[in-house]
């Protein structure tokens, strides 16, 4: 099996959008973790992407700005919401990499019950928000529902400089175009767009998380090996497209 090449900016894969929205003031965490731990985690007809060796678990927080279907315009007020999901990294047996969602915790609940009622995404309802003094942003987080209700996260980064040429490992974990999800007894690939990341490298200030173990990941014991931020960019997604069985 060939697996596809890490494209910071590939071109679109796909011949029309079902999805579109921005994504503004990501916070990427990221700590190495062994792929045996988290092989059984992921979908029928996927398994861990690495690199020399090692995957990865995410831990990102962002805002979702104009969520609308087509070309058509942003929903109005629903969407709009504060994320933050942790995730995980995959390939399929064709060779596509993706990520794979063990959360999704967001602002509106409608967005949380379309979303797990269509593609069965985990996405949860919680209370977030993100303030900002300068060059630090403070990411706040309750869960409401389903639960573990009351699990929460904060977490606060100092944005630093930009990052003029991504290390492999930061083009590993930011350069995704899809995700893999099992909905309808089938591993489903629903494939995404944006221009190439415009990135900074950031000071991780404070981390008291429950989201990750709360995900059925090993509580992580060390300092993220790698801390990013993005003022963000505007994303398409296709159709997803059935895995072969």
Do not use: K
Not at 107 to 114: E, I, T
Not at 156 to 179: C, I, M, S, Y
């Amino acid at each position: 099996m060939d697996i596809e090449p890490i494209d910071c900016a590939p071109e679109q894969a796909f011949p029309r959008a079902i999805l579109r929205q921005r994504w503004e003031d990501l916070t990427f965490l990221h700590w190495a973790v062994a792929p045996d731990l988290v092989a059984p985690l992921l979908p029928p007809g996927t398994r861990p992407d690495t690199v020399d060796g090692s995957t990865y678990v995410g831990l990102i927080g962002f805002r979702m700005v104009g969520l609308g279907l087509g070309r058509g315009p942003g929903v109005p007020y629903f969407g709009t919401f504060w994320e933050t999901n942790v995730r995980l990294y995959s390939v399929d047996d064709t060779g596509r990499r993706a990520v794979v969602f063990r959360s999704l915790d967001a602002s509106r609940l409608v967005p949380v019950l379309v979303a797990r009622a269509t593609l069965r995404l985990p996405y949860l309802w919680s209370a977030m928000r993100l303030t900002r003094d300068g060059d630090r942003l403070t990411y706040r987080l309750r869960r409401r529902w389903p639960g573990p209700a009351g699990t929460t996260s904060r977490m606060a980064v100092r944005v630093g400089e930009r990052v003029v040429d991504p290390t492999p490992l930061e083009h590993f974990v930011t350069a995704r175009w899809g995700l893999h999800t099992r909905a309808w007894g089938r591993t489903l690939h629903l494939p995404n767009w944006h221009p190439r990341w415009p990135l900074h490298r950031a000071e991780l200030l404070h981390l008291d998380d429950e989201l990750v173990t709360a995900a059925g990941l090993p509580p992580p014991t060390a300092h993220p090996v790698s801390v990013l931020y993005s003022p963000g960019v505007p994303v398409r997604f296709g159709p997803p497209v059935g895995l072969r069985s």
